[in-house]
């Protein structure tokens, strides 16, 4: 991906920072989404920045910034484990953030991990979607905030260099075994991170700082760096000074 008009880049002083300007964002995109449409549909990741940002949430002065009531939760992606198991996307989530809250059960949309397959919490998974925005047959969901991380070898969501998953243009979510971490994952697709009206890149650590520079501003190469196919109409990536330490000095502005 080239950056363009739609993409900001945003440095921070270190992970800690990150956290908190991103839960920041996070209160105020919920805010106005709730004033304008009425709900707050969000996709979360997992993660230790993520993990920092709901710890946050569930805390003063942001827990009482955000009317829960009206927060819709889902995930951007999940690991095929028992939603109780420690490598969660979900539990992670319900340790640090939503045990603190009173959010309605119905608010919670988490990836049924207890089917019998991967693939069936995938189907399962759309279906959920589909009816919480009230889709037509083939349109995409809107969400109000997609937040991603990023990894070393350049996957975002659940969406892995030279994967099946990253060609899916027909399906809302799809589940797939991932040889290189030896676990079944079900992600969104492309075109459902794409469409969210945010999104939001969550990026820490020095050895993130290669693979961000050869993703913002090396070749275009997508099925080598699945990044690059976040086109949505907004993003912002949000990066301490450790995983921007590779990018061209005026191309970011930072934060104090």
Known sequence: MAVDSKTELLVCADAEAVAREAARRFTLHAAAAIQQRG????????????????????????????????????????????????ASNYHMTEVALLNSLDSPAGNVHRVRTELENADAAALAYEKEIVTVFGLPAGEVPKFDLVLLGLGTNGHTASLFPYSK????????????????VKQSRITMTVPVLNAARDVLFLVTGADKATVVNEILFGKPDQQKLPAQLINASSATWLLDRAAASALPIDSYRTLS
């Open 39 to 86: 709900r707050f549909t969000v996709a979360l990741s997992g993660g230790s920045t993520p993990k920092r940002l709901y710890e946050l949430l569930s805390q003063e002065p942001y827990r009482e910034q955000v009317d829960w009531d009206y927060v819709h939760f889902f995930w951007g992606d999940e690991r095929f484990v028992p939603s109780t198991n420690a």
């Open 165 to 180: 998953a990253l060609g899916e243009n027909s399906k809302l979510v799809v589940s797939e075994y991932v040889d290189e």
